[in-house]
């Protein structure tokens, strides 16, 4: 049983006319008698009396009636609601990230957004890697700017660009006033250290650093945020290696040192679904290729 079959049941119904039935219906007369005649042997009662004068409704026709038009009111409100939720959902977009596309990547992205969709309104959520892609899941976020990809088939992700970590000490540390600073000095010198939840990606990157080059630093602080990591530093709790797009925040009491040897480095991803459709998630990653186009800007295979 098809909704249609319904729907042709309810106009003869209410018309008590196969040919204004018809002509309701936009069919043939014949097409809807048959219609009717395939509805009635699948329910196996008769809902229709018909003679040569007149149609009239059986008693059991008058209930499936009451019924038919009860799924069709459903059908057409899911039909309405899901074409309401479709045409919001195209109107909103659902941004999530972590601190550095705040400065690296919104003041590339949002002016060509508002230009040319100006009827959409941005939601931003500030959210740790791995709520990026619980929300992505879920589908509260519509694109995230993450640290890391997740090993998904569902999720396509891009890798916008790699950048430094960079060491930072207080302005009275002796460190200050070196021209270079060797790694090695790193070794049992007091660090303040992201925290792997918050921080997942760094936290990785930084504790793989200090065992491959046999450092053992002495972490005296965790970090929930990469702020608390730059005044924690301010306050000459001890050292610390952060993202290089927090230079600009620092304050007169720290110092960037150059280091002896090289320092990681850490990625900014962009992660969708695959199956969801958007004209405004293609313009993001059109304006973050034509912005940050180099070796590191590849589509990504999860």
């Not at 009275?172 to 600073?181: C, D, R, T």
């Amino acid at each position: 049983m098809e909704l249609r079959h319904l729907r042709y049941f309810v106009a003869v119904a209410e018309e008590l006319n196969f040919t204004k039935a018809a002509q309701r219906m936009c069919t043939v007369q014949p097409s809807l008698s048959q219609q009717i005649k395939d509805l009635e042997n699948e329910v196996g009662v008769q809902l229709l009396v018909r003679t040569n004068r007149k149609v009239s409704v059986t008693e059991e026709g008058k209930a499936f009636l009451k019924e038919a038009l009860l799924s069709i009111e459903h059908a057409e409100k899911a039909v309405h609601d899901a074409r309401q939720l479709a045409n919001a959902n195209r109107d909103q977009l659902n941004i999530g990230f972590v601190p550095v596309a705040e400065m690296k990547i919104f003041p590339y992205i949002m002016p060509s957004i508002r230009a040319e969709y100006p009827q959409v309104k941005i939601n931003f959520h500030s959210l740790k890697d791995v709520d990026q892609f619980i929300a992505l899941e879920k589908g509260d976020i519509d694109i995230g700017f993450a640290r890391y990809v997740e090993e998904n088939e569902k999720f396509g992700s891009v890798q916008i660009f790699k950048e430094p970590l960079a060491l930072i000490v207080p302005k009275n540390s002796p460190a200050a006033a070196q021209n270079h600073v060797s790694i090695k000095s790193f070794d049992q010198q007091d660090f303040v250290m992201s925290d792997e939840i918050s921080s997942p990606q760094l936290y990785k990157i930084t504790k793989d650093f200090f065992t491959k080059a046999k450092l053992v630093p002495n972490v005296v602080q965790y970090s929930t945020n990469i702020l608390l990591n730059v005044n924690l530093v301010g306050m000459g709790v001890g050292w610390s290696l952060v993202p290089a797009y927090v230079i600009p925040l620092l304050g007169d009491k720290i110092v960037v040192k150059n280091t002896v040897e090289p320092l990681p480095t850490i990625g900014l991803y962009a992660n969708y679904r695959k199956d969801q459709k958007s004209e405004v998630i293609e313009l993001i990653l059109q304006k973050l290729k034509e912005q940050f186009y180099t070796d590191f800007f590849r589509e990504t295979q999860v």
